[in-house]
């Protein structure tokens, strides 16, 4: 008996540390706040450019890439939103097609060229100099900028009556031109009733000279001429005509009557 009642003490006792050890355990899971899980804060990309107002600007720029790189046939819109990261349908937000994509480049060419000659007109010069600065503008912009050139005085661009911007910023940049040849015309004795036929003629002058620099049809290459030099002859025997004032033009005689310009023609 006293064998048998010593080996149930050992169980029970055993069972009941058992018992109050799980027991503890379960309180304590019970009683203690289950603290969440830390979940990690999923990283938000950087914020566009294009979600503040930049979109335009940046379609223009990747559109001026493409305009240089394969010319304004192969430039499309859907190319344009896809470089730039946006949907297919996001430029319509800011161009009518593609055209009004291509006014804007067109309109942003004018703004620097115009920019440029702002920039003579601060310098103070003479008359003289100032009108060969504003000519010299022309030309080595349309050389270092050859396809938005071409689409800024070319036909690409069917309606620009269309485009108000584009309207807007060629005038700016002409006026500033005219008005540096026209005070020049004026300062040698030119009647204002051809002060703006000066301008256009100098105008004239200073583009075909870009185009053709352009096509690589000037200078010619069975000709030892330089081109710096060619650019520089040519504005200067244009506006040394406008610094010989109306007599010299005068001299060269009456210019052929409209008749006789027809009646001349093969």
């Known amino acids: 008996m006293v064998a048998s009642e010593l080996m149930l003490t050992i169980l029970t006792s055993t069972h009941n540390r058992g018992f109050t050890r799980s027991h503890l355990q379960h309180n304590r899971g019970m009683e203690t706040p289950v603290r969440p899980k830390r979940t990690k804060a999923k990283a938000t990309p950087a914020s566009s450019p294009y979600h503040h107002g930049d979109l335009r600007n940046a379609l223009l720029r990747e559109g001026r890439t493409l305009l240089e790189e394969k010319g304004a046939a192969e430039l499309s819109l859907r190319e344009c939103a896809r470089r730039v990261g946006v949907s297919e349908a996001a430029p319509s937000r800011h161009f009518e097609g593609k055209e009004g994509l291509l006014a804007g480049i067109a309109s942003d060419g004018f703004r620097e060229l115009a920019a440029q000659r702002q920039a003579i007109v601060a310098l103070k010069l003479s008359p003289l100099e100032k009108a060969r600065e504003m000519m010299l503008s022309y030309v ?5 900028n050859k396809g938005v050139f071409n689409l800024m ?3 690409r661009i069917l309606d620009t009556h269309r485009h108000g911007e584009l309207l807007e910023e060629g005038a700016r940049s002409f006026n500033l031109f005219s008005e540096s040849l026209v005070e020049l015309a004026i300062a040698h004795g030119w009647p204002r009733s051809q ?9 004239a002058m200073e583009h075909g000279l870009a185009t053709l620099i352009l096509a690589d049809r000037a200078p010619r290459v069975d000709r030892d001429i330089e ?13 040394s005509a406008v610094v010989a004032g109306p007599a010299a033009l005068k001299a060269l005689g009456k210019p052929a009557s409209r008749n006789n310009a027809r009646s001349a023609k093969p």
Do not use: E, K, N
């Open 153 to 155: 005085v070319g036909p």
């Open 140 to 144: 080595r912009y349309a050389q270092a």
């Open 227 to 239: 081109l710096t030099q060619m650019i520089d002859f040519s504005i200067r025997m244009m506006l």
């Open 195 to 203: 002060v703006d036929l000066v301008a256009h003629s100098a105008w």
